[in-house]
């Protein structure tokens, strides 16, 4: 049976009350948590598991993400705690001028974006979302033989959560 988490209470740094009510619901029968990819945080409607393997079903507005310490009621009247993963994400930096090499960018970017891969541009860094094999990534952008062009990778704590823009047709 699916636990169906539909009504959101708050979130345990801004709500203290929140952190009383887990602490002293306590076992598995009152108290769920689960540990989900920060890709999921905007999504509509989101199919877990927790850490006792109840499937959990979580269902919110898109227009807000979930955050580390959410907190849910079910219709069971359990209380339902989300926890987010730490997130790898590609970091393409320069370690020279790209001078005349700037239409390759344009064409990188264009590539990054039919992929489907996003991406988000911070402190001077490229960063994309790792959305397939890092093998086939990195050849993708090695392909394009940009002089200086570095990649790196970095884990980001939910709390450094970089939000990335999706990319649709219309």
Known sequence: MTELATTYLGNLTENLSLSERIEKAGS???FLEVYLDQADSPKGRIHAHSTSGIDVGIVKGRDWLLQEGDVFATEEGKLLLIHLREQR???????????????????????LGNHHWPVIIHDNKLYVEVAAEVEVMEATIRHFQIPGLQIDYEWRSPNQHLTFSEHGHH
């Open 28 to 30: 598995e029968e009152n």
């Open 89 to 111: 994400v590609m970091v393409l930096s320069f370690t020279a001028l790209v001078g005349d090499r700037a239409i390759d960018l344009v064409h990188l970017g264009h590539v």
